[in-house]
Nanobody, 117 residues
């Protein structure tokens, strides 16, 4: 089992930046991919970005160029640097980790980001 704990959510003004963190614990050696999702009120959860153990990162179009995912393997932590935040970035942000076998997927409880004008 893997446990994920997010932190860093806050209320900010549009245009500001924020950095989220996600610490993994437990059977972290099973993790092959980690990522960030978000869920706005009344909407489905959406994938934002993923990063492999080798540091290869992918982004969805809506956040590419504004958000940056990174990892510190020594701390079992991934980060999401969010720049030029927009009101539509308001959501609960979730950390996700996946392993190589079916069913090996884990979620954190989320951290709330609120962006106001």
């Amino acid at each position: 089992q893997v446990q994920l704990v997010e932190s860093g959510g806050d209320s900010v003004q549009a245009g500001e930046s924020l950095r989220l963190s996600c610490v993994a614990s437990g059977s972290v050696e099973d993790i092959t991919l980690m990522g960030w999702y978000r869920q706005a009120q009344g909407k489905e959860r959406e994938l934002l970005t993923v990063i492999t153990n080798d540091g290869d990162a992918k982004y969805v179009t809506s956040v590419k160029g504004r958000f940056i995912i990174s990892r510190d393997s020594t701390k079992n932590t991934i980060y999401l640097q969010m720049n030029s935040l927009l009101p539509e970035d308001t959501a609960v942000y979730f950390c996700n980790a996946a392993g190589p076998r079916v069913g090996m997927e884990y979620w954190g409880k989320g951290t709330l980001v609120t962006v106001s004008t």
